[in-house]
């Protein structure tokens, strides 16, 4: 924002400064604004779809394990009343069995070839592994499936057969029988009951590697006579171990036999302790997994807490949902577990597919806030655009564009004051514009005032000098030359013609300093403008008794407008002569009797490429608190002064896009730096 040729400030400084104050913003809400749109829109609908999907994913994996938990507990129940109800059933073929009219007396008349053929019958009738008679105290009578053994007690330690001694009454229950018993039973149901214990993954360690003992659902019920007195007790009862009806029932029944991948969904089993020892729980070979054992944490819950365990486990070779509840003897004591479970892989499989659903529909939406944001943006940012493409215009000096008007939205309103706003640039720029043109005329006056008075008492000297000898060559004409006078005569002729030279250089030099010309930027050599400009003001500086010291170095040739720069050199030296102690501000010619320096001295800095040129004076300094405002137009401390001739320095130094500082202090001195590139931009 600087005039030319003067460079000083210049009405055109207000409007590029608001012209390119108001394009860097534009351009960078046109660079951000529609990519920032899209982006917070996308991260609106990736956060809230990323949000909702992950809060989908966790309440659907909790509700598919719930569901799952829920359906096993469910399950759970269901398996249990099935083994009740064969607990029940036995019961009742038991119950009856004892109240049949031909059993009572065959009793009573010691019949027992009767007996035997008639519980026989039975037992394969109601397909009971046991069914055995024994008299009043407990002791065996007759074994429907192993005629040949009697006479063993079992009044003293069978429970059952205990309580309906006491009672009088039916009992059923759970029993755990040894072998010993199971041999006197049946010889089969022994060698049925035998498991060899597997080794199973996540199972307790344990030292033991057989169950020989054997499960037993057991039913008593005493023969009474006419009086209620007790006869006899009956039981029977069916071996679980290896026995497959309950648990094939359970998975038939509650998961109807369902299958997922070749594998069976639901599976029942029921332990002996911690030993399966009748299940549908397959091994890898596809063997029902009989001899495998409960896992530890889970043995831990069940036979040791006594609470039941509704959760994933482990189970023989898949993860499943499982139940567990512990199975007790007529007397609470814990002997087994009942066990239902489904397969957890189609519960999984099932959250995949939903949590993918869910990352679908989310990228879908993401895909759709793209497109509705990429065409929203557009409905704001084209708007600024044309606001930009304004601004751009109006940078360059156009003040004929005007933004397009569409919408009463709050961008409608920017555009109408955009276009008031240029307006009002245009009108101020033409202003300001003519009173530059009289800014720029009074700097030039003002120095040129200052030069003029040097200059008319540089050139009296040498017309005194030529006035001198012109008479005394008139003098000589008159009285006649002779031979003798001819070479005094040619010295004044020669003195005369130097006198007149220097004259005509004077006033040149004075000449080219005031000359209006456009800016004209070429390879120029530095080091002489400052020769010349210290040559312009010799007058000043012998009138002001300063003692000049050049330090040039050598440096490369920079591109420059030679005359700015002369002009820029001309006001620091001016600056400097006026500054120096014992300068004669009454302009009597008496040079004053203490003298200063001024120090010029120029260096160049390879490494960035820049040129560095320094004034330094021995004057009065400048106050810390004018410093700030040195370079301000019509600023000045002086009593005859404009104050506009740092402020021409400034423009000119900027307009080379070089740099001024100063340092100075009061009472030592002032020392201007000037640093020029060596190749500026032209604009």
């Avoid at 394969?124 to 005629?147: C, F, S, Y």
């Avoid at 332990?271 to 397959?282: E, G, H, L, P």
Wanted: one cysteine or more.
């Amino acid at each position: 924002g600087l005039s030319l040729p003067g460079l000083i400030p210049t009405p055109n400084a207000f409007g590029v400064g608001v012209r390119s104050s108001l394009l860097g913003i534009t351009y960078l809400i046109m660079k951000s604004l529609r990519t920032k749109l899209i982006i917070n829109f996308i991260i609106v609908v990736v956060l809230t779809g990323t949000i909702a999907t992950v809060v989908g994913v966790h309440l659907i994996s909790e509700g598919i394990i719930k569901q799952a938990q829920e359906k096993v507990r469910t399950d759970l129940n269901s398996a249990r009343e099935i083994y009740q109800h064969e607990v029940q059933h036995i019961e009742t073929v038991v119950r009856l069995t004892a109240e049949r009219f031909y059993i009572k007396e065959a009793l009573l008349k010691d019949n027992l070839a009767t007996l035997n053929s008639g519980l026989a019958t039975i037992r394969e009738k109601e397909g009971l592994d046991i069914l055995t008679l024994t008299d009043n105290t407990g002791q065996v009578i007759v074994r429907a499936r192993n005629p040949s053994v009697v006479g063993d007690d079992h009044g003293a330690y069978c429970q059952i057969i205990k309580m309906v001694l006491t009672k009088k009454k039916p009992c059923a229950g759970t029993e755990i029988i040894s072998q010993d018993a199971l041999m006197k039973e049946s010889p089969e149901l022994a060698q049925q009951a035998y498991i060899k214990i597997l080794p199973t993954l996540h199972a307790k360690p344990t030292t033991k590697t057989e169950e020989t003992a054997g499960m037993l659902i057991k039913a008593s019920a005493p023969i009474l006579d006419g009086d209620g007195n007790i006869l006899g007790v009956l039981y029977g009862g069916n071996l679980i171990s290896r026995n497959y009806k309950i648990v094939d029932k359970i998975k038939e029944t509650v998961f109807q036999g369902q299958i997922y991948k070749g594998v069976d969904i639901g599976t029942a089993t029921i332990f002996q302790d911690d030993v399966r020892i009748s299940t549908n729980v397959k091994t890898i070979e596809g063997e029902r997994a009989i001899g495998t054992r409960i896992a530890e944490d889970i043995g831990e819950q069940v036979l040791i807490k006594r609470k039941p365990w509704i959760g994933r486990a482990f189970v023989v070779k898949e993860w499943r949902i499982t139940a567990y509840e512990p199975i007790k003897n007529i007397e609470g004591k814990m002997i087994g577990v009942l066990y239902v479970g489904i397969l957890e892989e189609p519960f999984i499989e099932m959250k995949n597919k939903t949590i993918w659903l869910l990352i679908s529909i989310t990228i879908i939406g993401v895909i759709i806030a793209l497109v509705i944001a990429y065409f929203l943006s557009r409905t704001i940012s084209n708007p600024i655009q044309q606001l930009t493409t304004a601004s751009q215009q109006l940078a360059r000096g156009d003040f004929s564009h005007q933004a397009t008007v569409k919408s009463n939205d709050e961008i409608g309103e920017l555009g109408r004051s955009f276009n008031l706003m240029i307006n009002a640039i245009r009108e101020r720029d033409s202003q300001l514009q003519k009173q530059s043109e009289v800014l720029l005329q009074s700097a030039k006056l003002a120095a040129m005032g200052q030069l003029a008075a040097s200059v008319a008492h540089e050139i009296n000297n040498p017309l005194s000098v030529i006035l001198t000898y012109e008479k005394l060559l008139q003098k000589k004409v008159e009285e006649g030359i002779s031979d003798k006078d001819k070479e005094s005569c040619r010295e004044y002729l020669k003195t005369m013609l130097q006198e007149t030279q220097r004259s005509g250089n004077i006033v040149r030099n004075l000449l080219d300093f005031a000359r209006q010309s456009e800016p004209s930027f070429k390879t120029i050599e530095i080091n002489n403008i400052i020769k010349e400009a210290v040559n312009l003001l010799q007058n000043q500086i012998r009138l002001g008794n300063i003692n000049v010291e050049l330090d040039l170095r050598p440096a490369p040739q920079i591109i420059a407008d030679h005359s700015q720069l002369q002009q820029a050199f001309v006001n620091l030296i001016f600056n400097a002569i006026q500054a120096m102690p014992g300068r004669p501000d009454d302009r009597s010619g008496v040079p004053a009797t203490a003298c200063g320096t001024l120090y010029i001295s120029t260096q160049w800095n390879e490494t960035h490429k820049r040129l560095i040129i320094t004034f330094s004076d021995t004057g009065m300094g400048i106050p810390p608190e004018n410093i700030p405002q040195l370079f301000d137009p019509f600023f000045t401390t002086k009593a005859r002064g404009v104050g506009l001739g740092l402020s021409v320095v400034y423009g000119i130094i900027k307009r080379h896009q070089g740099t001024i500082e100063v340092e100075s202090q009061p009472g030592e001195g002032s020392t201007f730096i000037i640093s020029l590139p060596a190749n500026p931009e032209m604009t």
